[in-house]
């Protein structure tokens, strides 16, 4: 018997995304999260930002087929409750050395929230950090373990993307995501993918087949 029933799961498992603003999940995952989505939970997590931008999260995050909770603030006590609460399989978050300071202050919460969540229900499994603008961190381009084809979810990215009305996505963000998910996507074979970068947590980082 594994030590871990969790071990014993072989398909897509429950996945939460933490991201700074609104528009993040659509940008940096939304292929992924649409994906996960057709076949486990997903809940993505962002902080109340004001009534347009939060209605904008709430649209994006149903053409992605996804949870959406929006915290006052995420603090890592706020984030930690959370994680007991839904007891995700994967956790999806910003680089830790991201070039924006609001996506590296994120990552960081999430890494603080992380280990007590961890020791007090065993999720979750596995950690992820995403792309970035050109991917590119304050040390260097992104080096991802993890590219997954969006070929399939890459239109409904966009739409989810597009619910950001209020923010530039026909002149930056819209262009940007489609750069880089037809890189991402030539260097694995695809036609769009994202990249993901797996970290440790309490020192493990387990194998798996899937996202």
């Not at 940096?28 to 939060?54: S, Y």
């Not at 992605?64 to 984030?79: K, M, N, W």
């Not at 959370?82 to 202050?105: A, F, G, N, W």
């Amino acid at each position: 018997m594994p030590r871990n029933p969790d071990d014993q799961l072989t398909g897509p498992q429950s996945v939460l995304a933490v991201f700074a603003h609104p528009d993040d999940a659509e940008l940096w995952a939304g292929g992924t999260l649409a994906l996960h989505a057709q076949h486990a939970p997903v809940h993505i997590a962002v902080p109340l930002r004001d009534p347009v931008r939060d209605a904008e999260a709430k649209a994006g995050a149903a053409v992605l087929g996804a949870t959406l909770h929006q915290l006052a603030e995420l603090t890592p006590s706020a984030l930690q409750a959370l994680l007991v609460e839904l007891k995700p399989h994967v956790v999806i978050t910003h680089p830790v050395l991201d070039t924006h300071t609001e996506h590296r202050h994120t990552a960081e919460k999430v890494l603080e929230a992380l280990p007590e969540a961890k020791i007090e229900t065993g999720r979750p499994r596995r950690l992820y950090t995403c792309d970035t603008y050109n991917s590119l961190t304050l040390v260097g381009p992104v080096t991802p373990t993890v590219l997954v084809d969006v070929t399939s979810t890459f239109d409904t990215k966009m739409r989810a993307l597009r619910c950001h009305e209020s923010q530039p996505v026909e002149d930056h963000f819209g262009p940007m995501a489609e750069d880089l998910a037809r890189l991402w996507g030539r260097r694995s074979g695809a036609v769009h993918a994202e990249a993901f970068t797996a970290l440790p947590i309490l020192g493990r980082l387990p194998g798996a087949t899937h996202l």
